[in-house]
């Protein structure tokens, strides 16, 4: 969906944010179109940051620099990117379609919905929620496995069911 220069400049826009350099601005309208975004750091291989929205509220390169900031500085699950890890800072970004709720008549009948490889999952059961970015599937290729993960993820039982449990699916386009 973006060519390679406005993937460049999303990965550019992401890395300044996290060096606190000057954004570089741009008015490419596909840009500047409202978009949700997740954006992961890793460092060999690792997880060291990732932070997003699954709601779409500002312009893709606004929402892409302040997820980026967010995930180097303020992911609650590790301590703040260092000067040092700079350089070493790999970035992938993950530009969300809108989510669009499932509908299906038990677990059964959800989990062959389900598109292993393609969906991202948002699972909601009151004040209980949880997602899961498609690239997830390349650690939990098992549909099973990859929801009952899930519903841990959203501080449930891998067991758990209900007939008012909510879930949404969407895609993602990746940069990197």
């Given at each position: ?36 975004t997740f954006v992961t750091l890793e460092i060999g291989g690792q997880l060291r940051g990732c932070i997003g ?124």
């Amino acid at each position: 969906m973006y060519s390679t220069e406005q993937k460049k400049t999303l990965l550019r826009i992401a890395r300044c944010a996290i060096e606190r350099a000057k954004i570089p601005e741009t008015s490419e309208p596909e840009l500047m179109e409202h978009r949700a975004t997740f954006v992961t750091l890793e460092i060999g291989g690792q997880l060291r940051g990732c932070i997003g929205m699954l709601e779409a509220f500002r312009p893709l390169a606004e929402d892409v620099a302040e997820n980026a900031f967010a995930a180097a500085f303020h992911d609650p699950r590790f301590p703040p990117v260092s000067p040092a890890e700079l350089d070493e800072l790999y970035i992938s970004i993950s530009v969300l379609s809108p989510p669009e709720e499932m509908v299906f008549s038990s677990e059964k009948d959800l989990l062959e919905q389900i598109r292993p490889g393609i969906d991202g999952l948002i699972l909601q059961e009151g004040f209980h929620k949880g997602t899961f970015l498609p690239s997830v599937w390349e650690q939990l290729p098992e549909t099973e496995v990859f929801f009952g993960q899930l519903k841990l993820k959203a501080g449930l039982s891998p067991s758990y069911w209900s007939d008012s449990l909510r879930v949404f699916r969407y895609t993602a386009e990746y940069i990197q």
